[in-house]
């Protein structure tokens, strides 16, 4: 499975951007899919996900409101809409899915619960 993920930039606050998570070798129809940030000197935290059944995204707390998680199966692509940047939006964006099992929905922001990760994509939010 490989993921690569795209859209990243640089912006002012306030700003919004669209990051964008193709795959290959793996459907997103069949797989939970999460969005993950790292900014420097600092550990990788969750963002948002999606279930591959659907259903609510989820969301950590600090992008609630601001940012969306959606997919497109047609093309095989998971977005991460982002509004109302702020400095401590700056980060590198990692997408990951999970295995063929799935995650249970209590690990769903763990990212060791992840099996695939795409590159990342600088995002930096200047203010």
């Known amino acids: 499975v490989q993921l690569q993920a795209s859209g990243g930039g640089l912006v002012q606050t306030g700003g919004s951007l669209r990051l964008s998570c193709t795959a290959s070798?793996?459907?997103?129809?069949?797989?939970?899919v999460g969005w993950f940030r790292q900014a420097p000197g600092k550990e990788r935290e969750f963002v948002a996900a999606?279930?591959?059944?659907?259903?609510?995204?989820y969301y950590a707390d600090s992008v609630k409101a601001r940012f969306t998680i959606s997919k497109d199966n047609a093309k095989n692509t998971v977005y991460l809409q982002m509004n109302v940047l702020k400095p401590e939006d700056t980060a590198v964006y990692y997408c990951?899915?999970?295995?063929?099992?799935?995650?249970?929905?209590?690990?769903?922001?763990?990212?060791?619960?992840?099996?695939?990760w795409g590159q990342g994509t600088q995002v930096t939010v200047s203010s």
């Open positions: 070798g793996r459907t997103f129809s069949s797989v939970d």
């Open positions: 999606l279930r591959r059944s659907g259903g609510r995204p």
């Open positions: 990951a899915v999970s295995g063929r099992h799935g995650i249970i929905y209590s690990e769903i922001e763990n990212s060791v619960r992840y099996a695939y």
